[in-house]
């Protein structure tokens, strides 16, 4: 199932203008730091972490544009 995230992102990235393998690498980065942020909201039982992840990721995204 990862492959197919990974996929999709990577595709969205190319939308952006990266070209591969910049695309695929910014494509496991974004997947990774959203799956450890949704482990660590559920293991610490805090909402919060979730929020304030999803914002640095946006801040993110906006600087490979």
Same mark, same amino acid.
């Given at each position: 199932?990862?492959?197919?995230?990974?996929? @999709?992102?990577?595709? =969205?990235?190319?939308? &952006?203008?990266?070209?591969?393998?910049?695309?695929?690498?910014?494509?496991?980065?974004?997947?990774?730091?959203? =799956?450890?942020?949704?482990? &660590?909201?559920?293991?610490?039982?805090?909402?919060?972490?979730?929020?304030? =992840?999803?914002? =640095?990721?946006?801040? @993110?995204?906006?600087?490979?544009?």
């Amino acid at each position: 199932m990862m492959a197919v995230y990974v996929g @999709w992102a990577a595709r =969205q990235f190319r939308d &952006l203008g990266k070209a591969e393998p910049e695309a695929h690498d910014h494509a496991v980065t974004l997947i990774s730091v959203f =799956q450890g942020a949704s482990l &660590l909201a559920d293991t610490f039982r805090d909402p919060r972490l979730m929020a304030a =992840q999803a914002r =640095q990721l946006e801040a @993110w995204i906006d600087t490979v544009r």
